[in-house]
C-alpha cells in the first residue's frame, strides 16, 4: 500500500511510542519522515530503525526557536510539507488542592502551546491535500481523578481542531484528531508495571491495552487521500474506553 507514496510528514514526540510507531507506518507507506522531539539519543535510535527515509531534528515544540529549525530543515531537503502529525505530549497527576503553576506550565506549554505553534509554523509549507493530526487523550472527554490538567489540556487541542477546520476553510488542508486511550508504549510500561498495564486494560471493553501500530495505522489513514473528506473530526483508539 503506497497511500502516501512521495509525502513528506513532520511528527513530533517521534522518537518512541506512538510516534515512532506512526513514522514506521508512514515511511511503509512511501513517505518521507522528519522526527522531532528533545532526546537526541532517543532520535539516534528511532532514525537507525527507520531508515533512509527517516531524518531527526532535536527539540522542543515549546520551543518557536526550535521549530523554526525543524521546518527550515523540511524545506531546505524537501522543499514543501504535506502531514503534521502533533503528537508531542506531556502529563503527570497532581489533584485538585496540590496543583502548582510548574505543573500546568508543564502541560500546557506542551500539549497546548506546543500544538499551537507545531501547527502554525507548519503552514506556510503547506498547501492543498495537506493534513494536520493533532494527538488528543480519553482523558478529555473522560474525567480522572489527579488528571484535572492533562484531561483540560487534551480537552483543548479537540477545540482547536474543530476552530482549525474553520480557519483552514478553502486552503484545501484538513485537520482531525486522534484520540487514544490506554496504549502498551515503552513509557506506559514503565511507569505502570505489569500490574497497572492489566488494570488499565481491564478499563475498555476489548479488555487489553492497543499496540502503539495500532495508532499509527490511524494516523496514516487521517495522513492519507482516504480520509479525504474529514476535517474538525476525532477519531478514538481506545478500545471503547470514553465511547460506552
Given at each position: 500500500m503506497n497511500r502516501l507514496n512521495g509525502k513528506t510528514a513532520v511528527i513530533t514526540g517521534g522518537a518512541t511510542g506512538i510516534g515512532l510507531a506512526a513514522a514506521k507506518r508512514f515511511i511503509e507507506e512511501g513517505a518521507f519522515v522528519f522526527i522531532f522531539g528533545r532526546r537526541q539519543d532517543a532520535l539516534d535510535a528511532a532514525v537507525a530503525e527507520l531508515g533512509p527515509n527517516a531524518r531527526a531534528v532535536q527539540g522542543s515544540v515549546a520551543d518557536l526557536a526550535d521549530l523554526d529549525r525543524l521546518y527550515a530543515a523540511v524545506k531546505a531537503e524537501r522543499g514543501s510539507l504535506d502531514i503534521v502529525f502533533a503528537n508531542a505530549g506531556a502529563g503527570s497527576q497532581l489533584a485538585l488542592g496540590k496543583i502548582t503553576a510548574e505543573h500546568i506550565d508543564d502541560i500546557f506549554d506542551t500539549n497546548v502551546k506546543g500544538t499551537i505553534f507545531t501547527v502554525q509554523q507548519a503552514l506556510p509549507l503547506m498547501g492543498r491535500g495537506g493534513s494536520i493530526i493533532l494527538t488528543g487523550s480519553s482523558a478529555g472527554t473522560t474525567g480522572a481523578p489527579a488528571f484535572g490538567a492533562y484531561g483540560a489540556s487534551k480537552a483543548a487541542v479537540r477545540n482547536l481542531a474543530r476552530s482549525w477546520a474553520e480557519d483552514l476553510k478553502g486552503t484545501g488542508i484538513r485537520v482531525n484528531v486522534l484520540t487514544p486511550g490506554s496504549i502498551a508504549t515503552e513509557l506506559a510500561r514503565e511507569a505502570l508495571g505489569e500490574e497497572g498495564m492489566k488494570a488499565?486494560?481491564?478499563?475498555?471493553?476489548?479488555?487489553?491495552?492497543?499496540?502503539?501500530?495500532?495508532?499509527?495505522?490511524?494516523?496514516?489513514?487521517?495522513?492519507?487521500?482516504?480520509?479525504?473528506?474529514?476535517?474538525?473530526?476525532?477519531?478514538?483508539?481506545?478500545?471503547?474506553?470514553?465511547?460506552?
Open positions: 488499565f486494560a481491564a478499563m475498555n471493553p476489548l479488555q487489553r491495552m492497543a499496540d502503539p501500530s495500532e495508532a499509527g495505522a490511524v494516523a496514516a489513514f487521517l495522513a492519507s487521500p482516504d480520509s479525504s473528506f474529514m476535517t474538525g473530526s476525532e477519531v478514538a483508539v481506545d478500545g471503547g474506553l470514553a465511547q460506552v
